[in-house]
C-alpha cells in the first residue's frame, strides 16, 4: 500500500493549481478564447490541458503550503498575472474595432448597429467586420500558438511566488491602456482623412448649390465612397493590427520580465 503524506498531496495539488490558476485567467480574458461564444467550460477544459502539459516543466514555490495565507497571495498573484497577459492582447482586438466604428461615424453607418456576439453589446456593423478580419487573421497567423508560447514563457521568466507583477508593471499595464485610443487613430486615420476630403467636397459643393438637397445626394455618394476606402485599406488595417501585436507581446514580455 503506498503512503502518501500531507505534505506530498499538498506539494502534488500546488504543482498543478498555480499553473492553472494562471493559464485560466489568461484565456478568460485573452481574444479568441475569451470570447462569449465559446463556454466556460471549453477554456476550463482547453486551460487544464495546457496545465497537466506545462506543470511538469514548471517549479512551484516548495515553502508556501496549498492551505495558508502566503497561498492565497500567490493564488491572488498568478491570477493577476494572467489576467494583465489576456487584457493585453485585448485592448488590440478593441482598438482595431473602436477603429471601425470612427470609420463608420465619418461614412454614415453608425446607424447600422447589430448585437456583437463576441461582448454582448451592440457595435456598428464595419467595427464587427474588422473584429472578424483581424481575428481571422490571428488565427491564420497561429496567433493562438503565440499566446500559448506567450505563457509558457511567463513561468520562467516571473516564477511562481509571492512576487507578482509589482508596483511598476501595474504602471506600465495602465500606460499600455493608451494603446486603445492610439491604435484605433492609426487604423482609421487613412480611411478618416479620405472621408474628410469627401465631406469637404459636399461643403463645397452646398455653397455654389444652396438649393441642392445635400442630404440626399451626398449620403449615398459618401457612402458608396466609404465603403470603397474601406476595400482599399483592408490590407492596411491587417498591417497596423500585426504592428499592435508585435507590440502587446513586447509588453507582455515587459510585464513578466519585470519583478519589482
Known amino acids: 500500500m ?3 503524506s ?10 498543478y493549481f498555480w499553473p492553472f490558476v494562471r493559464i485560466a485567467a489568461c484565456l478568460m480574458l485573452a481574444p479568441v478564447f475569451g470570447s462569449k461564444l465559446i463556454p466556460h467550460r471549453v477554456r476550463l477544459v482547453v486551460a487544464g490541458a495546457l496545465t497537466v502539459l506545462l ?7 516548495a515553502k508556501v503550503e496549498l492551505f495558508s495565507c502566503g497561498s492565497l497571495v500567490v493564488t491572488l498573484q498568478e491570477m ?10 485585448q485592448i488590440i482586438f478593441d482598438a482595431v474595432e473602436m477603429a471601425g466604428q470612427l470609420l463608420a461615424n465619418s461614412m454614415g453607418l453608425s446607424f447600422a448597429m447589430s448585437v456583437d456576439p463576441l461582448h454582448g453589446t451592440s457595435t456598428p456593423v464595419l467595427g464587427q467586420f474588422y473584429t472578424i478580419m483581424v481575428t481571422l487573421t490571428s488565427l491564420a497567423l ?7 508560447e506567450s505563457i509558457t514563457q511567463s513561468f520562467s521568466l516571473l516564477p511562481i511566488g509571492m512576487t507578482g507583477l509589482g508596483h511598476d508593471g501595474l504602471w506600465m499595464l495602465v500606460n499600455f491602456g493608451g494603446t486603445l485610443f492610439s491604435g484605433a487613430l492609426m487604423l482609421a486615420l487613412p480611411g478618416l482623412a479620405a472621408m474628410l476630403i469627401v465631406n469637404f467636397g459636399f461643403g463645397v459643393m452646398s455653397r455654389a448649390a ?11 455618394a459618401a457612402l458608396a465612397l466609404g465603403l470603397i476606402v474601406i476595400l482599399l485599406g483592408l490590407s492596411s488595417v491587417q498591417n497596423g493590427f500585426m504592428h499592435l501585436v508585435d507590440a502587446a507581446m513586447m509588453m507582455i514580455t515587459s510585464l513578466v520580465s519585470n519583478q519589482g
Open 2 to 4: 503506498v503512503n502518501v
Open 80 to 89: 493577476l498575472i494572467g489576467a494583465a497577459m489576456g487584457f493585453t492582447l
Open 55 to 61: 506543470a511538469p516543466l514548471i517549479a512551484v514555490p
Open 210 to 220: 444652396p438649393t441642392m438637397n445635400l442630404f440626399a445626394v451626398g449620403f449615398p
Open 6 to 15: 500531507a505534505a506530498q498531496f499538498s506539494l502534488w495539488i500546488s504543482t
Open 142 to 148: 497561429n496567433g493562438h500558438l503565440l499566446l500559448i
